[in-house]
């Protein structure tokens, strides 16, 4: 395929490329119009695809673009565009940013925290349950098509070779033996009826690789790894992790199971399980955690009208990071809907190439963006070692009203305070000029 980096497709012009598969090559794009970023997926044709090979990689290719443009969802990369432009066959999305996956936290050295896997598969749920009842069966669920934003939230990508089961849309489907082979409903292995079930097997199976760090299914070859996807049960996860909760064990294994039948009959019934799950998990992790975090935002004085109760519920609603010096917790310019308080160290505030505030302990800040969903003005970075918490707007959601009010008072103390020493430092400024 010629080299597309610094072309234009219509509006878009291709910026460079970020990844490539068996369908086409994706781009970071540019929307000249509207001046945003997109990801620009363009078909990839073979020379040495037959006419019938190419024909139906033509029609999985468009019928990506008419899946996903069934689908409106916060956790669905959306689709934004579809063109053709000479002999070039193009899809314009949803651009995420960092394309980091699901994929990067299935190795036993880099797992994710119960909550916060329990939080993403249960997000994919939702976005999968929303599809189906579309008639939209993506068929090829894996950790590589799970995309995480900046903000930690899961998308739902790569619907290439996603069956429609709709009664208004006429074409035919392409079907067959499709999908990644590690993550293959038995159904689909064998030629079976392909459903939302099938999607939920494979979803089974990135949970057990996200909590075990290794395949429930591996072997040396597709098919050895076909045989035990159809014949033979995976290894209990307790006895590769005993510290999964025994409730998390069960999701699991009727996720996996052999039959359709036998697996939920929903993604919204098994959204329900995960939801209790992950309620379950909050409550034991606020007692694991003990008070040594309570007593950490206790002593800092942006909590200082925040009861216990209240606290405890940040607790559970935040992320714990710790940065290194120089490394940078904010961009300016980019988008974000979290907000950060510092527990340790300090912080840089930069506008541009200037230095215009330093943050220590107990300071907030990305409030704005948080409030009202526009870009940062201006870019944090690490003065040394610093340790903050990060809250999302959807995870503050889901404390009490009264933690709710709590924020908001604690935002305009803050907002206060930045606007009197705005004041103070015009006035300063005037009176040095007479």
């Given at each position: 395929?010629?080299?597309?980096?610094?072309?234009?497709?219509?509006?878009?012009?291709?910026?460079?490329?970020?990844?490539?598969?068996?369908?086409?090559?994706?781009?970071?794009?540019?929307?000249?119009?509207?001046?945003?970023?997109?990801?620009?997926?363009?078909?990839?044709?073979?020379?040495?695809?037959?006419?019938?090979?190419?024909?139906?990689?033509?029609?999985?290719?468009?019928n990506e673009a008419r899946a996903a443009g069934l689908l409106r969802h916060p956790n669905?990369?959306?689709?934004?565009?579809?063109?053709?432009?000479?002999?070039?066959?193009?899809?314009?999305?949803?651009?995420?940013?960092?394309?980091?996956?699901?994929?990067?936290?299935?190795?036993?050295?880099?797992?994710?925290?119960?909550?916060?896997?329990?939080?993403?598969?249960?997000?994919?749920?939702?976005?999968?349950?929303?599809?189906?009842?579309?008639?939209?069966?993506?068929?090829?669920?894996?950790?590589?098509?799970?995309?995480?934003?900046?903000?930690?939230?899961?998308?739902?990508?790569?619907?290439?070779?996603?069956?429609?089961?709709?009664?208004?849309?006429?074409?035919?489907?392409?079907?067959?033996?499709?999908?990644?082979?590690?993550?293959?409903?038995?159904?689909?292995?064998?030629?079976?009826?392909?459903?939302?079930?099938?999607?939920?097997?494979?979803?089974?199976?990135?949970?057990?690789?996200?909590?075990?760090?290794?395949?429930?299914?591996?072997?040396?070859?597709?098919?050895?790894?076909?045989?035990?996807?159809?014949?033979?049960p995976q290894r209990p996860l307790r006895e590769l992790r005993p510290d999964v909760p025994s409730a998390l064990g069960?999701?699991?294994?009727?996720?996996?199971?052999?039959?359709?039948?036998?697996?939920?009959?929903?993604?919204?019934?098994?959204?329900?399980?995960?939801?209790?799950?992950?309620?379950?998990?909050?409550?034991?992790?606020?007692?694991?955690?003990?008070?040594?975090?309570?007593?950490?935002?206790?002593?800092?004085?942006?909590?200082?009208?925040?009861?216990?109760?209240?606290?405890?519920?940040?607790?559970?609603?935040?992320?714990?990071?710790?940065?290194?010096?120089?490394?940078?917790?904010?961009?300016?310019?980019?988008?974000?809907?979290?907000?950060?308080?510092?527990?340790?160290?300090?912080?840089?505030?930069?506008?541009?190439?200037?230095?215009?505030?330093?943050?220590?302990?107990?300071?907030?800040?990305?409030?704005?963006?948080?409030?009202?969903?526009?870009?940062?003005?201006?870019?944090?970075?690490?003065?040394?070692?610093?340790?903050?918490?990060?809250?999302?707007?959807?995870?503050?959601?889901?404390?009490?009203?009264?933690?709710?009010?709590?924020?908001?008072?604690?935002?305009?103390?803050?907002?206060?305070?930045?606007?009197?020493?705005?004041?103070?430092?015009?006035?300063?400024?005037?009176?040095?000029?007479?």
């Amino acid at each position: 395929m010629r080299e597309l980096e610094n072309k234009t497709l219509g509006k878009y012009e291709l910026v460079r490329e970020i990844g490539a598969g068996s369908m086409g090559t994706v781009y970071l794009g540019r929307d000249l119009f509207a001046h945003v970023d997109v990801a620009v997926k363009v078909a990839t044709p073979r020379e040495a695809d037959n006419e019938r090979t190419a024909r139906r990689r033509h029609k999985l290719f468009f019928n990506e673009a008419r899946a996903a443009g069934l689908l409106r969802h916060p956790n669905i990369v959306a689709t934004i565009d579809v063109g053709v432009e000479e002999d070039l066959s193009y899809i314009v999305m949803e651009y995420v940013p960092g394309a980091q996956t699901l994929g990067d936290y299935c190795v036993e050295n880099n797992l994710l925290p119960f909550e916060q896997v329990v939080e993403h598969i249960l997000r994919c749920a939702i976005a999968l349950d929303y599809a189906h009842h579309r008639g939209v069966v993506h068929r090829d669920i894996k950790p590589r098509n799970i995309l995480l934003t900046q903000e930690r939230e899961a998308k739902i990508a790569d619907f290439g070779i996603a069956l429609i089961t709709r009664q208004d849309v006429e074409e035919t489907q392409v079907i067959g033996r499709l999908g990644s082979p590690r993550y293959m409903a038995p159904e689909q292995i064998t030629g079976g009826e392909t459903t939302g079930q099938s999607d939920l097997f494979s979803l089974g199976v990135v949970l057990y690789e996200l909590l075990s760090g290794v395949s429930p299914f591996m072997a040396s070859n597709v098919g050895e790894i076909a045989r035990n996807i159809l014949r033979n049960p995976q290894r209990p996860l307790r006895e590769l992790r005993p510290d999964v909760p025994s409730a998390l064990g069960h999701i699991v294994d009727r996720m996996l199971k052999k039959h359709p039948a036998g697996r939920y009959r929903t993604a919204m019934d098994l959204a329900g399980d995960l939801s209790l799950v992950y309620d379950d998990i909050q409550a034991t992790g606020t007692t694991r955690i003990g008070l040594g975090r309570i007593e950490q935002l206790q002593g800092l004085s942006f909590f200082a009208d925040f009861e216990e109760l209240e606290v405890r519920e940040v607790v559970n609603a935040s992320e714990w990071l710790d940065f290194a010096p120089g490394e940078e917790i904010i961009v300016e310019g980019e988008l974000g809907d979290a907000f950060y308080v510092v527990v340790d160290g300090e912080v840089t505030v930069r506008r541009g190439a200037s230095e215009v505030d330093a943050l220590g302990r107990g300071a907030s800040f990305g409030e704005i963006g948080f409030i009202i969903r526009r870009a940062r003005t201006a870019s944090i970075t690490a003065s040394g070692p610093v340790k903050v918490i990060k809250v999302n707007a959807n995870l503050i959601e889901r404390t009490s009203v009264s933690c709710q009010l709590r924020f908001q008072k604690a935002f305009l103390r803050t907002m206060a305070e930045r606007l009197a020493a705005a004041m103070d430092f015009i006035a300063d400024k005037s009176e040095g000029s007479d």
